[in-house]
Structures are given as structure tokens and as C-alpha cells.
């Protein structure tokens, strides 16, 4: 998500006449697009702050604006702190941008009840795969989230909005999309989440979609079908799970059991077997008990998950977790997520192992930087294989045989070209 706003602030710029440099020292504007997600990423953000303080003394032009999550929830305050910060904005007010730099300082957290309606322009870096908003904000406040608070209430996009961005796209030769939302399945516009996935299959050139991310409470029957029916929508679905233990599910504010998940899940195999799922995970939630962590680990190994992220429980402050009893002292929260990444380590490899012998259609993006002649791209699955051919097949759709699995890339043998 907070890729997909650098992009519009870099199209914003472009637009007012800005040009990109990759070094601080030559730069007129620095902008820090934050996340707040966890504690360690805010803490990188003060240290990144701090270290440019000096820049401004040798370009007097220079400006310096704070963006993102951080920038909703700290607003005035981080002016406070460090005074050599000129602009303030949230993640709802990036269309303030071109405006904002007009003036000596300025500081936008203002909730924006118009976002849907806000296309902004996007300086994409890549040429083949894009990511496309389709909606803005979270309703479901689970317990340990900033997001409620620093992206707003859910706010979907137009249908023909979403549509004309991806035809455009589609016209310019990119070839993949991903749908963006925290949580896709209750976009709610003029259309539903698997009406818009229909009406977006139609749109000739782009040949693949996918979508994140998805709240297994909201996954319906009818997106199972689109994934099933839709041959340009991927069988990869992100699907959070962040516990195995339904009562820690329940202290999340998830809105649904462990049983409810496993369902779920069963009946999305069942439809398409191949479907590759990953999840996320959150170790060591308040309250946790080793009985819950072994929930989790229980689930991982039922379940076998392609991939998982998954990180320490990072108290947020304003959310509900924050304010629980029985936190998990840090030692015990790094072992439990060094189990955990321990056990899906064995298990995705189990899974990417399954795939040797296979041919998977894959979408060719790039070399490979270390060797020459080699190519790389993505299953439908989202897996990485890499393989030797040309690089004029950068851009199109080739089928691979996979003849080597690793936990986190294929190696296989070109077959042939186009879709399978
Ligand atoms: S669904 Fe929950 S975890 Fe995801 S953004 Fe919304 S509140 Fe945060």
C-alpha cells in the first residue's frame, strides 16, 4: 500500500515539474513515506530523520515533508520534535501534495471522505506488473491495527474508475495487476469484489490479476468462483491468519474461529486444488499461552501454507491490544516466531518441492542479476523460478518446466512460449 503512494506522490511531483535523483545531497524535497505498522519501522524513520538534519544546512532549499501512517497519527507533533521537517501529510491527503509545496510549511491529517474519487496520477517504476488502489481505509478495527485510524473508514473506488486505470495500463503494455485494499472481499461499490473482478477479466492485454489482501471472515463463495472461473485471475490468495488459537483470534477482534478458517480454506482447495495460500502471523499476541502458540504451530502444519509472514506482536498505541494485560516479554515473543518461521520453513519447501516436474506458466519480468543468460519471473502461484533464455521473453507469458525446488525460488527449463 505504501509503495503504491510513493508512486502517486512521484506522479504528483512529476507532474509539477519535479525530477527524481537517487542522492539526498541533490535533492530539493525529501520525502519520508512511513509506516507504523510495527515499532521497528518507526524507529527507522526517527534514525533516517535525524541523519538528514544536516542536509538542510548545506541546501537552504531544501524541504522536507512526512507522509504516511506515522505522519496521520503524530501530526503537529513531529514538527515539534524535529523542527527542520516543513510538511506534514497523511496517507488521505497525498492529493494535497502539489498545493502543500506552494507553501512555507503545512501540516494535512484531515480525514478525506472523498478518497474514492481521487485519481491521482502514478509514476510507476516497473513496465510489466502494476498495483491499482480499489479501495481505500478499514472498518474492522482488530485489535492490535493502526490501519482504522491512520487510513480512515473503507472507502471503495468506482467500478469504471478501477476499469479505465487497468485498460490504460493494459495499453501501455503492462501485463499484470494487483487489486489493492486491506481488505479487498467487501469492496462495495456500484459493483461487489467478484463483480469487479468479472468486469475487469474483460479488459484485453492485461492477462493476469491479482489481489490483496483478503479478510478470511469476507471470503465468499462467489470470489472462489471468479478464481476458478476467471482464467486471468491467479490461484495465489493472501489470507491472514495470525493465530491458530480461537481464543486469541477472538481477543484480535478477527471475526472468526480457527474452525471457521479451516473451513474456509478446505473449501477453496476443494474448488481449486492448486490454489497456492499464504497467510501472516503475529507471535507472542497479549495473552498468548504456549498451549495458543502450539495452536499456531498445529495450524501451520495442517494447513501447509506456501508462505507466511510473519513477525512479534509490536504494540501500537490507540489500539486495543496496546492496552491489554499480559504482554509477552520480548524473549519469549522471538521464540515462539523463530519456531514458527522454523517449521514453515520446512513446510515451503515441502510445498515448492511438489511442484518438480511440473510446467507452470510464468510471466518473465527481468535477468537474473547474478547470471548472465538467465531470465526470471512468476508461477501463477507467485512463486520466483528463474531459467536460461533470452531476454527479448521479458514481458510475455512462457511455460517452465520446474526442475529444482528451493524454499524460496524454482530453477527450471523453458518449454514454450505463450499462455498454457
Ligand atoms: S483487517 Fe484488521 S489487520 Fe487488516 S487493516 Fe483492517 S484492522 Fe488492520
Same mark, same amino acid.
Given at each position: 500500500?505504501?509503495?503504491?503512494?510513493? /508512486?502517486?506522490?512521484?506522479?504528483?511531483?512529476?507532474? #509539477?515539474?519535479?525530477?527524481?535523483?537517487?542522492?539526498?545531497?541533490?535533492?530539493?524535497?525529501?520525502?519520508?513515506? *512511513?509506516?507504523?505498522?510495527?515499532?521497528?519501522? &518507526?524507529?527507522?524513520?526517527?534514525?533516517?530523520?535525524?541523519?538528514?538534519?544536516? =542536509?538542510?544546512?548545506?541546501?537552504?532549499? =531544501?524541504?522536507?515533508?512526512?507522509?504516511?501512517?506515522?505522519?496521520?497519527?503524530?501530526?503537529?507533533?513531529?514538527?515539534?520534535?524535529?523542527?527542520?521537517?516543513?510538511?506534514?501529510? @497523511?496517507?488521505?491527503?497525498?492529493?494535497?501534495?502539489?498545493?502543500?509545496?506552494?507553501?512555507?510549511?503545512?501540516?494535512?491529517?484531515?480525514?478525506?471522505?472523498?478518497? %474514492?474519487?481521487?485519481?491521482?496520477?502514478?509514476?510507476?517504476? /516497473?513496465?510489466?506488473?502494476?498495483?491499482?488502489?480499489?479501495?481505500?481505509?478499514?472498518?474492522?478495527?482488530?485489535?492490535?491495527?493502526?490501519?482504522?485510524?491512520?487510513?480512515?473508514?473503507?472507502?471503495?473506488?468506482?467500478?469504471?474508475?478501477?476499469?479505465? #486505470?487497468?485498460?490504460? =495500463?493494459?495499453?501501455?503494455?503492462?501485463? /499484470?495487476?494487483?487489486?489493492?485494499?486491506?481488505?479487498?472481499?467487501?469492496?462495495?461499490?456500484?459493483?461487489?469484489?467478484?463483480?469487479?473482478? $468479472?468486469?475487469?477479466?474483460?479488459?484485453?492485454?492485461?492477462?493476469?490479476?491479482?489481489?490483496?489482501?483478503?479478510?478470511?471472515?469476507?471470503?465468499?463463495?462467489?470470489?472462489?468462483?471468479?478464481?476458478?472461473?476467471?482464467?486471468?485471475?491467479?490461484?495465489?490468495?493472501?489470507?491472514?491468519?495470525?493465530?491458530?488459537?480461537?481464543?486469541?483470534?477472538?481477543?484480535?477482534?478477527? @471475526?472468526?474461529?480457527?474452525?471457521?478458517?479451516?473451513?474456509?480454506?478446505?473449501?477453496?482447495?476443494?474448488?481449486?486444488? %492448486?490454489?497456492?495460500? *499464504?497467510?501472516?502471523?503475529?507471535?507472542?499476541?497479549?495473552?498468548?499461552?504456549?498451549?495458543?502458540?502450539?495452536? *499456531?504451530?498445529?495450524?501451520?502444519?495442517?494447513?501447509?501454507?506456501?508462505?507466511?509472514?510473519?513477525?512479534?506482536?509490536?504494540?501500537?498505541?490507540?489500539? @486495543?491490544?496496546?492496552?491489554?494485560?499480559?504482554?509477552?516479554?520480548?524473549?519469549?515473543?522471538?521464540?515462539?516466531? +523463530? #519456531?514458527?518461521?522454523?517449521? %514453515? +520453513? &520446512?513446510?515451503?519447501?515441502?510445498?515448492?518441492?511438489?511442484?518438480?516436474?511440473?510446467?507452470?506458466?510464468?510471466?518473465?519480468?527481468?535477468?537474473?542479476?547474478?547470471?548472465?543468460?538467465?531470465?526470471?519471473?512468476?508461477?501463477?502461484?507467485?512463486?520466483?523460478?528463474?531459467?536460461?533464455?533470452?531476454?527479448?521473453?521479458?514481458?510475455?507469458?512462457?511455460?517452465?518446466?520446474?526442475?529444482?525446488?528451493? $524454499?524460496?525460488?524454482?530453477?527450471? $527449463?523453458?518449454?514454450? %512460449?505463450?499462455?498454457?
Amino acid at each position: 500500500m505504501n509503495v503504491h503512494d510513493s /508512486e502517486k506522490m512521484a506522479g504528483i511531483l512529476k507532474a #509539477e515539474g519535479y525530477a527524481e535523483t537517487a542522492n539526498a545531497e541533490d535533492a530539493d524535497l525529501i520525502i519520508f513515506n *512511513t509506516c507504523s505498522i510495527r515499532q521497528k519501522a &518507526e524507529q527507522k524513520f526517527r534514525s533516517e530523520l535525524g541523519k538528514i538534519k544536516s =542536509l538542510k544546512s548545506k541546501n537552504p532549499l =531544501l524541504k522536507i515533508a512526512v507522509a504516511g501512517c506515522i505522519a496521520q497519527q503524530k501530526g503537529r507533533d513531529i514538527l515539534k520534535r524535529s523542527p527542520h521537517v516543513d510538511y506534514v501529510f @497523511g496517507p488521505q491527503n497525498i492529493y494535497k501534495l502539489g498545493a502543500m509545496l506552494t507553501t512555507s510549511g503545512m501540516v494535512c491529517i484531515e480525514d478525506n471522505p472523498d478518497i %474514492q474519487y481521487s485519481d491521482l496520477p502514478s509514476e510507476r517504476k /516497473e513496465n510489466i506488473k502494476a498495483w491499482v488502489s480499489i479501495m481505500y481505509g478499514c472498518n474492522n478495527f482488530c485489535s492490535y491495527c493502526v490501519v482504522p485510524y491512520t487510513r480512515g473508514r473503507e472507502r471503495s473506488r468506482p467500478s469504471l474508475n478501477i476499469y479505465e #486505470e487497468i485498460h490504460a =495500463l493494459a495499453e501501455k503494455g503492462f501485463k /499484470e495487476i494487483t487489486l489493492l485494499g486491506q481488505n479487498v472481499n467487501s469492496y462495495n461499490s456500484d459493483t461487489d469484489f467478484p463483480g469487479l473482478l $468479472r468486469k475487469i477479466s474483460t479488459i484485453n492485454g492485461m492477462e493476469r490479476i491479482r489481489f490483496v489482501t483478503s479478510h478470511p471472515r469476507d471470503l465468499s463463495e462467489s470470489l472462489t468462483r471468479c478464481i476458478k472461473e476467471l482464467p486471468k485471475v491467479c490461484e495465489h490468495i493472501h489470507l491472514p491468519l495470525q493465530s491458530g488459537s480461537s481464543s486469541i483470534l477472538k481477543l484480535m477482534n478477527r @471475526g472468526y474461529t480457527f474452525e471457521d478458517y479451516i473451513e474456509k480454506v478446505g473449501k477453496l482447495r476443494k474448488s481449486i486444488p %492448486q490454489i497456492a495460500i *499464504t497467510t501472516d502471523i503475529i507471535a507472542g499476541f497479549p495473552s498468548e499461552t504456549d498451549k495458543d502458540h502450539a495452536e *499456531t504451530m498445529t495450524a501451520l502444519k495442517t494447513i501447509e501454507f506456501d508462505g507466511i509472514y510473519a513477525f512479534k506482536y509490536s504494540p501500537r498505541a490507540g489500539t @486495543g491490544a496496546a492496552g491489554m494485560e499480559n504482554h509477552i516479554p520480548e524473549g519469549i515473543k522471538a521464540q515462539r516466531l +523463530d #519456531e514458527i518461521l522454523k517449521l %514453515q +520453513d &520446512e513446510i515451503t519447501l515441502k510445498c515448492n518441492k511438489g511442484l518438480e516436474g511440473s510446467v507452470q506458466e510464468v510471466l518473465v519480468e527481468a535477468n537474473v542479476k547474478s547470471g548472465k543468460g538467465r531470465i526470471t519471473g512468476r508461477t501463477r502461484s507467485n512463486k520466483i523460478v528463474s531459467f536460461e533464455g533470452d531476454e527479448s521473453l521479458i514481458g510475455g507469458l512462457v511455460n517452465i518446466e520446474i526442475k529444482t525446488a528451493m $524454499r524460496h525460488s524454482l530453477e527450471g $527449463r523453458l518449454v514454450s %512460449q505463450g499462455k498454457s
